[in-house]
């Protein structure tokens, strides 16, 4: 005759990860004594498995941790990001450059790379925020990085002020500049430039404006009086204002060169 005994709780543990006198009774036929005696064999043959590496060092042996990696840098997020670039070493994961960027970040980068300077690194796939700005520069003289992180905080200082992207994009295809440099040059020197909005009327009204020192309400008193729409016409000749894709744009000093008969636009 066969006795079915009652199913009996087990309880998993793991020996190592405690101490044996942490071991609850689980219900089986074994004394706590054999328990324990069985939990301590079982932490022997564990931690035969797992040396202490530091036990094995003499004492004039460090650990060798030129094989690690120095943390991948992390870039200031509360600055706007203006142009991002791959820079790309041999023997390195390819590193993704986000510009404008202060000097401590750039230094990290270079560490993370294991290079001295930028110009050990090759420059690939730039990339601007602004897609009309990257394609008006035709730049001729391969620059650095540090050339380009000037040009990313020169148009971080415009970035949130109305209208001046444009102006700029007008300015660089009226110049036409060659190197990134000279388009950083044109970038700080935007006070130079003016992007008209207006049409010939009211160029017309705005140049009278600037010339005679009159206010509103005179300029409207001379409504009906006076051909602004012509008068703005010549002044747009005068001022040797030019066409450009992102509006008209006046250079104020000096003035863009004439225009030829054929060039002419006011007429």
């Known amino acids: 005759m066969f006795v079915k005994h009652p199913a009996v709780p087990h309880r998993y543990h793991r020996c190592h990860e405690h101490s044996c006198s942490q071991c609850a009774d689980d219900g089986t036929a074994d004394s706590e004594r054999d328990q324990k ?8 043959r564990c931690s035969a498995f797992v040396p202490n590496a530091r036990s094995l060092l003499t004492p004039d042996m460090g650990i060798d941790r030129s094989y690690l990696s120095p943390a991948e840098p992390w870039r200031d997020e509360s600055r ?7 820079l790309r070493v041999d023997g390195k994961p390819d590193y993704t450059l986000v510009l404008p960027a202060d000097e401590d970040y750039m ?3 270079k560490a993370y790379l294991d290079i001295d300077v930028f110009a050990d690194a090759m420059l ?12 008006l520069i ?7 990085v540090e050339d380009y992180n000037d040009f990313a905080e020169a148009l971080e200082d415009i970035w949130q002020k109305d209208g001046m992207l444009l102006t700029y994009a007008a300015v660089l295809e009226a110049e036409k500049p060659d190197t990134l440099h000279r388009a950083c040059e044109l970038l700080r020197n935007l006070d130079n430039y003016q992007r008209i909005t207006e049409d010939a009327y009211g160029y017309g009204q705005q140049r009278l404006q600037e010339t005679l020192g009159l206010d509103d309400e005179a300029i409207y008193e001379l409504d009906g009086y006076m051909d602004f729409e012509k008068y703005g016409q010549d002044c747009m000749e005068n001022d040797c204002v030019t066409k450009t894709e992102f509006g008209l744009l006046r250079r104020l000093d000096p003035p863009f060169p004439e225009q030829t008969q054929g ?5």
């Open 37 to 44: 005696t069985s939990c301590v064999q079982k932490d022997a």
């Open 80 to 86: 706007d990001e203006m142009l991002r670039m791959t």
């Open 107 to 109: 230094d990290a980068v």
């Open 124 to 135: 690939c796939d730039i990339r601007f925020k602004v897609p009309y700005i990257g394609e």
């Open 138 to 144: 035709r730049d001729t003289d391969c620059p650095a």
């Open 263 to 267: 060039q002419q636009m006011f007429q």
